[in-house]
């Protein structure tokens, strides 16, 4: 699963890049590595995960991760190829969610591709050359499908009353993601992978003395996208910068204080960042190795053991699970037991985000 910053050219899209590929911020231990030149994977910073290796004192500790995609800056036109446009939109098409990183602060020093400071104006430049990607998919789409509907094929005339509203919706300016779609709708829409469907995240890049309480042009951005149902994360990107510079975890933790914060903004980024690409955490927990686990939200107990391995799966018989704050308030696994903590669970089990699980299983 990957979320994909995106954003006019100048506004800190590369810099937060950087700053979740250090990583120091939010987490001393683990190391940042890079698939590609603008892939990267990012731990998820979890305060669980380091109570129970307190508690456990394991040899290895893992954190769950999420992959962030820096994509090139985009420009008016993209959507007809301008500038970097059709690297632009292949690149975000491949992505599960959307960072969309927002300019939020003056600076004379930092050029503006439209020569003036308006976040509101930058996020409809963007949108719209998006829906215009979109429309030009639903429109090749539409050609094939009216002719097949018109043999009588139901199919396609399902397809085709799904295909019209999605045009008539982008038509009027707005993005696929506010459209409500059956289960049996998505069937039809997902293989054409919307660039406007993917949920989104906005991130208003501000100077320091607005990284705590946000400033006009964030309070702008809000309420535009108010109707949007999105989150709103505030981030003094280049003072995140300068944080991740120092190599004392004390120090960045005094510099973060010092500016009113109590932990660094891409910690808070990259948390919701895996909540919006609909993702939760389970825990396993032994001397060897305590581990966070990444599943989709509503997974079962074997889609949730398969992660690990697919013997797992296959070979399901039942998972010891235990939540999270019975673990931390017992302190052991053992006394779990004692306690008649512990539940065994079986295939129907929802897993619940935070669960620490044991699987039994044969193949």
């Known amino acids: 699963m990957k979320a994909g910053i995106v954003g006019l050219p100048n506004v800190g899209k590369s810099t937060l890049f950087n700053c979740l590929s250090n990583a120091k911020a939010q987490s001393a231990n683990f190391p940042f590595c890079t698939i590609e030149p603008n892939i990267g994977v990012v731990n998820v910073p979890d305060t669980r995960l380091e109570k129970l290796e307190e508690l456990v004192n394991p040899e290895k500790v893992v954190p769950a991760t999420v992959e962030i995609v820096d994509i090139a800056g985009l420009v008016k036109g993209a959507s007809k190829g301008e500038g970097l446009g059709n690297q632009f939109l292949a690149n975000i098409r491949e992505t599960d969610a959307i960072l969309h990183v927002l300019r939020c602060f003056d600076n004379e020093n930092i050029i503006h591709v439209d020569n003036s400071v308006d976040p509101v104006r ?30 009588g094929n139901k199919e396609a005339q399902v397809e085709l009353e799904i295909l019209l509203r999605i ?3 982008l038509l009027e300016g707005k993005s696929v993601r506010f459209l ?18 993917k949920p989104v995240l906005y991130v208003c890049n501000v100077d320091e003395g607005s990284a705590v309480s946000g400033n006009d042009y964030v309070e702008k951005v809000r309420a535009s996208v108010a109707h949007e149902n ?134």
């Open 167 to 169: 045009e008539a919706t």
């Open 230 to 363: 999105a989150e709103v994360i505030v981030l003094a990107v280049g003072t995140e910068a300068d944080i991740n510079e120092l190599e004392d975890y004390e120090e960045r933790q005094m510099f973060l204080a010092d500016i009113g914060l109590e932990e660094a903004g891409v910690s808070r980024l990259i948390r919701s960042a895996y909540k919006l690409l609909d993702l939760q955490t389970y825990f396993t927990a032994g001397v060897k190795e305590v581990r966070a686990w990444t599943i989709p939200i509503g997974s079962t107990a074997p889609q949730a053991a398969g992660v690990i391995h697919t013997d797992f799966e296959k070979g399901f018989i039942r998972a010891e699970t235990t939540s999270y704050e019975d673990y931390e308030a017992f302190g052991s696994e053992a006394k779990v037991k004692e306690a008649g903590k512990m539940r065994v669970e079986g295939k129907d089990y929802i897993v619940k985000d935070g669960d620490i699980m044991h699987f039994r299983f044969n193949v």
């Open 122 to 151: 930058d996020k409809e430049t963007i949108d719209i050359e998006l829906q215009l990607k979109d429309l030009e998919t639903v429109q090749k789409r539409l050609e094939r499908v009216k002719r097949t509907a018109k043999t």
């Open 180 to 197: 409500p779609f059956t289960e049996k709708e998505e069937e039809f829409v997902k293989p054409l992978q919307f660039i406007t469907a």
